[in-house]
């Protein structure tokens, strides 16, 4: 089977961890995609990739007029399109491009893969009924939707946009295709000469509110608790990242790394797990569960999360971490850790430990269960319309 899969940025680890998935299932994928940096990657594994324009983070407007030059002008990647066997559109943008297609090979099932509900998509304003107006539109055309979350199914794509099309819920599993990781968890020692708690927060780095909010308690810790960054931030949502950080004392940035090779080796070098983000409050933040839970759970790093969330409902139900209340001062974090030891962190450690690893991570057998999902899509099939499936 051949995906063709249109993505927002070639260089985002979660476009990489599904490409790795839809390969490890037996699927020939072609991508077609922009890319946030300078030079666009020729491959994605064994996936060959047509780049179409470089793009930037928190520039709508130059997105836009790049997507509306992508479908004007589509002669470099509609050859790629014909044995095609399925098209996989990551975000709104990209199903537009998607939908043109669809117009030329209409028989192609067409599938709209949503993991984050943008902010714009979510105001009153007339740019966000267009949005949605748009999103409507575009996804009649489509055959189904995937998403990450049942925070976005019930909030969101049932209740705000109300999208009539069957549901794929594929949550954001820990996915290696060396298969690196045991599939019984051992237990993480705590290192008793270490003199602090170690918070690592990695990923997409975004949330300005979680840097100040880590600032305020580290300090007031007095090194009790240090923080590591690792990741991508996006600079255009603080005023200035690096210098900001550089001013902290008892926080780190550690720059990007390799997923999924790195991971095991950062996770090994913190205690907790930052499972917070406060970058779309009342709306995305509150409904994701991030990529950064999973991992955190496949190595062992116990998350601290805020409750009344979609990652609460999910830890909550598995009896494990540190919940907060958004109420509090601080969290109430600092009062937390000012009369934290080891013992406590080996009760917290221990519960997660005792989670499935089948909780936080796919195999290889799932992988081609999604492929053989996605093989089996019959346009005409109207028995899966309003269902919500999981693999």
């Known amino acids: 089977m051949k995906v063709l899969y249109f993505v927002h940025d070639l260089y ?25 940096s300078s030079v666009a990657p020729t491959h994605i594994g064994s996936a060959k990739v047509i780049p179409l324009a470089r793009t930037y983070d928190a520039s709508f407007l130059h997105r836009l007029k790049s997507v509306f030059y992508s479908l004007l002008f589509s002669s470099h990647y509609m050859p790629y399109t014909y044995d095609a066997d399925v098209i996989i559109c990551r975000n709104l943008e990209m199903l537009l491009l998607g939908r043109k297609v669809k117009r030329k090979l ?26 949605r107006f748009v999103e409507r539109w575009a ?3 489509s055959n189904l939707l995937i998403t990450s979350s049942p925070g976005f199914v019930d909030n969101y794509f049932k209740k705000i946009n109300k999208l009539n099309k069957p549901i794929l819920l594929l949550e954001n599993k820990f996915f290696d295709t060396e298969m690196s990781v045991a599939t019984t ?9 270490k003199d602090s708690y170690v918070i690592g ?6 949330c300005r509110k979680s840097l100040a909010l880590l600032s305020e308690i580290t300090r007031k810790l007095k090194g009790k608790v240090r923080v590591v960054i690792r ?16 001013r902290e ?27 917070i983000d406060f970058f779309e409050e009342g709306g995305n933040s509150e409904w994701l569960l991030p990529n950064r839970i999973y991992e955190g759970g496949v190595f062992n790093s116990v998350p601290i999360f805020i409750k009344g969330t979609e990652v ?10 540190v919940g907060c209340h958004r109420d509090s001062p601080n969290l109430g974090l600092d009062l937390f850790f000012d009369a934290f030891d080891d013992t406590q962190y080996e009760n917290l450690a221990k519960k997660s430990q005792q989670v499935p690893i089948a909780c936080w991570r796919v195999d290889k057998p799932q992988c081609e269960k999604l492929v053989r999902f996605l093989d089996q899509l019959n346009i005409d099939d109207s028995d899966l319309l309003d269902g919500v499936y999981e693999l």
């Open 249 to 275: 004392p008892y926080i780190e940035f550690q720059g990007e790394y390799e997923f999924p090779n790195d991971l095991a080796e950062i996770y090994s070098e913190v205690d907790f797990c930052w499972a």
């Open 312 to 321: 609460a409902n999910k830890l909550e139900r598995l009896n494990i971490g």
């Open 139 to 141: 996804v009649k055309k």
């Open 231 to 246: 990741g991508r931030p996006a600079y255009t949502e603080f005023e200035d990242f690096l210098d900001s950080v550089e």
């Open 12 to 36: 985002d680890a979660a476009v990489k961890k599904r490409v790795l998935m839809l390969q490890a299932g037996g699927a020939d994928v072609v991508l077609v995609g922009f890319y946030r």
């Open 106 to 131: 209409k028989t192609i099932p067409l599938v709209y893969e949503s993991l984050d509900i943008h902010r714009l998509l979510l105001g009153a304003g007339r740019l966000s009924n267009i949005l």
């Open 185 to 193: 968890k051992s237990m993480k020692k705590r290192q008793q000469d």
């Open 201 to 206: 927060w990695f990923g997409a780095i975004r």
